[in-house]
């Protein structure tokens, strides 16, 4: 009889428990990545890709990019890394680190947080970076170039 | 049973650490929540005051009570109103100001702290068992690599690396006699160059640096390389150094197709024990090394690596039997979703005066690894042949797992398994557990 009760209670609890992750809605926000609006640069989503894997490090216009990454802890840099670089955030970390310590490194890469980057980004017309759509909403001088849902 | 005992001790340590929170940036963090704070507080107060200012400056009131007032009154209300919607605007025009000038100042800041020297570095710490019972056991300071680095201008870099390998201690004799009495370990300027980064098709490179020869000679560094042992044949084929010149650079041959060259002149392995200063001959080496990069699958490069050194003393810098080295190699590294490929051909041919003692020397390896959240497996399969000849080669299967902590913060497990043709030759396994470090940003 206690047995019974207890298998009971036990799916019971392993069907609640189902129901709450497969109904959680995704917290995560659309991650936007954005240039200065006076760039005319027509960029696609795999020349992002080459930009952030430091394979290209200069506009078309032969200026050299700006380019913004944010901390490994935000959220959105693990959203931007696992779904344009197929990577997580540590490994892309990891790999500046390598290219730096390697002396191979081509980008002039700043790590800062979203709201920096998006401030940095309205005032210099090479930069280019990452951040949440709601962040971007506030800022005028930045054109989005892409959006990535996670 | 000792040795057991010990790798069940090392992995129950090992353990323990994979729970250790990571701290490295919380300075940072700190410091970004600080000024994120600061704007927070700044944009609510500017959103308060324009609300402010929205507000009509004369409220509309229906009421007969404004009639009821004098003209005059209404004249010195309607002042005292204009003048205090002034002072609002003037604060709002300083605070925008204000911001405005704390976001450049905090860009200047920012330039100001890169154009400084950058200190950064590495570090790791063993722990090394044989299967061979007159070896012991031990614990290897391995590493303390530090890197400076100084950015001139936009064009203009300085890099340099300065390596202690196993904890050195270089101390002399009490005695006044100058004569050293414990000298252990290694002390070795690995790096020290200027760039001249003209585009991203011409850069220029002077002084030393680690040879531009297949992945591993350059992507050594134990934070992010698998594996604590290199594999066999890396820095006996091609040198592990030049002092010289290099010139590289990047084309787009088709949309989203690259070539990336490195070409280089240098003193070659002729360099007295790499001295940075002597060169025991006239002769130099040259090398160049291509790369093609394609947008297949994550990550897609193929390259090979040429090199050449007329008079090259490697084989004995101590006397003067040097050889025509002529080397070339092919790598390869490809990565899609979680899997890494990575795999290295290289082949040295040694010509002496005379044609008897000529050689070959051959190496290769391929390895795989697969990544699942913050661990590492992986297997590699290594094969060195020193002087040609069958009964020099030597087979080593490696197998290795990565944990990573956090981006500085590595721990990892290695066991390798030597097999030699030579039949006088037993084989031979060995294991390596070791941290790792990244001390920068």
Redesign the interface.
Known sequence: MMRNITLKYLYVTLITVTIMFISAPSLAQPMVVIVNVNNTESISS??I??IY?D????WET?N?ILLFEL???DKGREIFSETL???????S???W??R?????I?NKV????Q??VA??VS?NKHAIGYIAASVAEKHNNIKIIMTINE | MKVTRNVIYIVLALCLFTHLPATA?EA??IK?NE??QR?IALEKLVESLILENKKPIFPINNSTSSTQLSNNKQQQLNQKKIAEHSVQLKKVNDISEQAEMA?YS??DL?EEISNNINI?G?ADVEYRGYNDPNKNEEFRIHHLSL?FTKQFD?NIKF?S?IEYEDAPKFEGASDGSGNSKVSSGKIFVE?L?F?WNY??HFNMRLGR??TPAGIWS??H?P??VTTQERPLHIRKIFPQLVDGILVFG?T?IVQ?H?FNYTTFLGNGESEANSSGKTDLNSSKGVGFKGDY?A?WL??FILGFTLYQDNNDSSVNVNETINAKKFAYGYHVKLRQ?DFTFQGEYSKGTLDFEKSLENYKTEGYYAQLVY?L??WGLGYRYDVFNEKDITIEEITRNSLFVNY?V???FTIKGEYHHDSNKALLKNDYGFYVLSITG?L??
């Not at chain 1, 670089?85 to 490994?91: D, P, Q, R, Y």
């Not at chain 1, 700043?110 to 947080?113: R, V, W």
């Open positions: 795999e020349m890709k080459q894997s394979k290209r490090n200069f032969g050299p901390p490994v802890k670089l197929n990577k997580s955030a540590i490994t970390q990891s790999d680190s390598n730096y310590v390697k002396n191979t081509k700043k790590m800062k947080p709201k920096i401030k940095f005032i | 940036d940072l963090n970004n000024l994120d704007i976001i905090y860009e920012s950064a590495y890197f936009n890099f690396e790096a160059n760039d585009s991203q640096f680690f350059e992507d560094y934070p992010f990047s787009e989203n690259f990069s947008p994550d990550d979703n990544k959240d913050q990573h956090n981006e500085h990244y920068g940003k």
